[in-house]
């Protein structure tokens, strides 16, 4: 490990989706290294065991609950970040929902299309500009005390397009040019803005290895690593890069974590 | 044959005089509504008008294509979707969603002999202000000259394109590399 990038101490993240999954992961990792954490959770039942679980490993954490597909629950959440703990240094907007499985010819929008829109689209562009004067601010502080970060979750099937989820893929396509548009409009206010393409044992993947154990190994058997990402020492430890120091000249980029599976950036 | 295009503007005006094909094709002309807005000033009514009205129209006529039975789809959009623009975060974000949803289009009716395909064109085409998004490139453009995308549509609407599918053909003179 590097000794400059590695430390999040005082410093301020909010994970979107932290209640499980990835999300849950990248809090885990950013309060590992001494960011104090909030975790954006829709329902206190999810977020608040995992703001727990990081007290009770000795960082700091609070669970704010925050529905993304509510611009008012969005700015609620970043207020009161803000207002709790005095600045805002990291932004991760994970959270997703409305992926459902279906034919694009057949596909209703406001039942295929909303939530996902929603989710990514308009709360990565809502998060973005609740957040921006603390990211700036946080970019203001002297080298090594803090620089304002902001990191939206994507997948592969944003560039490569879904045959099982063909709506899927706009919506996260989308967050990919969100983040390059944003790396060009904030790099002057000195905001680092990337995104990760992960594959990861969340929930909803052990469930479907569960109903289907043939699922797991042919995911295994296509990726070069021979794995499926852990969601904390995997996907955590690429947000924690992008969160930090490290990353000071990374800007506007895709990181696709998966264990090689997709090569087509 | 006739080629229906949908779309307003002048790269839908030249595609609906010119571009011909030897079968059923339709050609959606991104309906982008361009307007540059700094993401710090957006309110939820652009992000509605500049995001999500434009996905609800390009989905829709792709179902409309595909119920008409149209055996060659293609998409134009600027390359904004790929750059990245700044001030254009809901415009280009709309266009790479456009982009790539042809990519999921082309995967789920390869099956039944259609294809999908995206044209790519210079952001200005599109009435992008490159003084304010941002250079596209780092490297200036490849080639001079006006640039004409009839030739590049017309033959991903024919048969001959009939093995070429969610692709993305950058016509743009070799500025996006």
């Known amino acids: 490990m590097s000794a400059r990038g590695t430390s999040l101490d005082g410093r301020v993240a909010i994970v979107t989706g932290a209640g499980q999954g990835v999300g849950e992961g990248i809090a885990r990792r950013l309060a590992q290294h001494g960011a104090i954490v909030v975790v954006a959770a829709r329902r206190a039942a999810t977020g608040e065991p995992v703001a727990e679980a990081i007290r009770s490993e000795g960082g700091r954490a609070v669970c704010i609950e925050t529905d993304v597909t509510k611009g008012v629950s969005i700015a609620a959440c970043v207020a009161r970040a803000v207002e709790e703990f005095g600045r805002l240094d990291i932004v991760v907007h994970n959270a997703f929902t409305g992926a459902i499985p279906h034919r694009l010819e057949e596909a209703v929008l406001d039942k295929h299309w909303k939530g996902m829109s929603l989710t990514a689209g308009w709360a990565s562009l809502q998060c973005a500009r609740e957040a921006h004067p603390h990211l700036a601010a946080a970019s203001r502080r002297p080298r090594g005390e803090g620089a304002g970060r902001y990191v939206l979750i994507t997948s592969p099937s944003g560039v490569e397009g879904s045959a099982n989820i063909p709506l899927y893929s706009p919506a996260k396509a989308a967050q990919r040019a969100i983040a390059k548009s944003l790396a060009r409009e904030w790099g002057p206010d000195g905001i680092n803005v990337n995104c990760i393409a992960p594959v990861a044992a969340s929930p909803s993947l052990l469930t479907a290895f569960d109903r289907n154990p043939a699922l797991q190994q042919a995911i295994e058997a296509r990726t070069p690593l021979g794995r499926v990402g852990d969601i904390t020492d995997d996907i955590g430890s690429v947000a924690l890069f992008l969160a930090g120091d490290d990353s000071s000249y990374v800007t506007g980029q895709t990181i696709v974590c998966d264990g090689g599976s997709f090569l087509g950036l | ?177």
Request: aromatic share 4%; hydrophobic share 45%; glycine share 8%.
């Open chain 2, 1 to 177: 044959m006739t080629v229906g295009i949908f779309g307003r503007g002048r790269v839908a005006d030249t595609l609906r005089e010119r571009v011909v094909s030897d079968t059923t094709a339709r050609v959606i002309v991104a309906p982008l509504v361009v307007e540059s807005v700094p993401v710090a000033q957006i309110t939820d009514e652009q992000i509605d008008r500049l995001w999500e009205q434009p996905m609800r129209t390009v989905i829709t006529e792709l179902q409309r294509a595909h119920s008409e039975g149209c055996r060659r789809i293609v998409v134009v959009v600027p390359t904004t979707g790929m750059s990245g623009g700044a001030q254009y975060a809901a415009v280009s974000a709309a266009a790479e969603a456009m982009r790539v949803l042809v990519k999921s289009a082309a995967r789920q009716w390869g099956t039944s002999g259609i294809t999908v395909n995206a044209v790519a064109l210079a952001p200005e085409a599109f009435g992008v202000d490159a003084a304010v998004s941002g250079p596209v490139s780092i490297a200036p453009r490849a080639l001079e000259g006006d640039v004409d995308p009839v030739a590049t549509v017309s033959f991903l609407c024919s048969e001959a394109a009939a093995h070429v599918t969610g692709q993305t053909f950058v016509c743009d003179g070799g500025l996006w590399m």
